[in-house]
């Protein structure tokens, strides 16, 4: 702890304090001062950032479970019945055409661009059975996954005039029945899925990586955690962090402290609050594909 992280406050523009220490975050993530309200406050990138992230991941004025704050407006019950059922599921071992797709993208067949699609119609089928992605679904999530983070002000212009977030929103909840949680899985979420799908093939690619790999192993080096989840002080105080007032925005940089820590509790959060319901299905999914990959069910 200590010497890498420090916080980043110019008055009047930026108020942020990112953690990238595995430990730190644990301590954080269990500090309720710090929660997922969101209020647009703080200087004016803070600010923007807020806006957008209460703009932009949202459904039916609702903010999506990942970004809503603990307490009556984020679904705990819904959120514990998601991750009962997915855990049934992943307990029931995963099998079919959706994991024969993914499998065979692993092992190189097709285009290097063509797992986001397939791993997007696997999450989508736990919400409609039916569930078909397409090119246009794949934008759509594209879509999502910029809109929070482009500071290209001709692109954000353009995007606004055209309603471009709102339409992808809205053809992503379409195909999911309207459920916020399968919004968030296939327009959001699905990119860390999407990329740990990525880094399977690449582990594939190589003959030596991919004969030393057990499923395990390999679900293990093609986790991808999110980049970083925010917190909004509820007051000002001081943390193993630092010190922070109530308009710095807390940045828990998951991928930094994944990537340094060997395991994937981080990449879920597991064991906070807000742990990822999808915590057991993704590592199952995943180690499924991969033992479909090599060829073998016995490992
Ligand atoms: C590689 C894939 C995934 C990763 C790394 C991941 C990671 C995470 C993380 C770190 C959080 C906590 C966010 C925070 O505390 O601010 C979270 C929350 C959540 N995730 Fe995932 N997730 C993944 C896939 C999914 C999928 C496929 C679904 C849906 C099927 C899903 C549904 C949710 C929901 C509903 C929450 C909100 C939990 C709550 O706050 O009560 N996730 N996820």
Redesign the pocket.
């Known amino acids: 702890m200590g010497d890498r992280m420090s916080r980043i406050a110019i008055p009047g523009l930026v108020d942020i304090l990112p953690i990238d220490d595995a430990a730190t975050i644990a301590v954080i993530?269990a500090d309720r001062r710090f929660d997922?309200e969101y209020v647009r406050r703080g200087p004016m990138l803070n600010r923007i950032v807020l806006g957008r992230v209460r703009s932009i991941l949202t459904l039916a004025g609702a903010p999506l479970?990942?970004?809503?704050e603990h307490g009556p407006v984020?679904p705990?019950p819904s959120?514990s019945a998601?991750q009962a059922r997915?855990d049934a599921l992943a307990a029931g071992g995963l099998a079919g055409p959706d994991i024969d797709v993914l499998a065979a993208y692993v092992r190189g067949e097709g285009g290097a661009t063509q797992g986001g699609k397939l791993a997007q119609q696997a999450?989508g089928r736990?919400f409609d059975p039916y569930y078909s992605a397409d090119d246009e679904s794949w934008s759509a999530a594209l879509v999502l996954r910029d809109a929070p983070s482009s500071f290209n002000p001709l692109k954000r212009l353009i995007w606004a005039l055209t309603g471009r977030i709102a339409k992808a929103r809205e053809l992503l909840a379409g195909k999911v029945n309207q459920d916020p949680?399968?919004l968030?899985?296939t327009g959001v979420?699905?990119h860390?899925?999407a990329e740990?799908f990525a880094r399977m093939r690449t582990l594939y690619a190589d003959p030596a990586a991919r004969g030393q790999s057990s499923p395990a192993a390999a679900v293990a080096a093609a986790?991808?955690?999110?980049k970083q989840?925010?917190r909004q002080p509820t007051v000002a105080g001081t943390s193993p962090a630092g010190p922070f007032t109530e308009n710095t925005l807390v940045l828990l940089q998951?991928e930094k402290a994944n990537a340094r820590t060997p395991g994937y509790d981080m990449?879920?959060?597991a064991g906070?609050?807000?742990?990822?319901?999808?915590q057991g299905?993704?590592p199952a999914l995943l180690a499924t594909v991969w033992r479909d990959a090599i060829g073998g069910s016995a490992q």
């Open positions: 993530a997922r479970p990942p970004v809503a984020r705990a959120q998601t997915l999450v736990l949680t399968g968030h899985g979420a699905i860390n899925l740990a986790m991808v955690a999110p989840v925010l998951l990449a879920f959060m906070s609050w807000s742990a990822c319901p999808a299905w993704v």
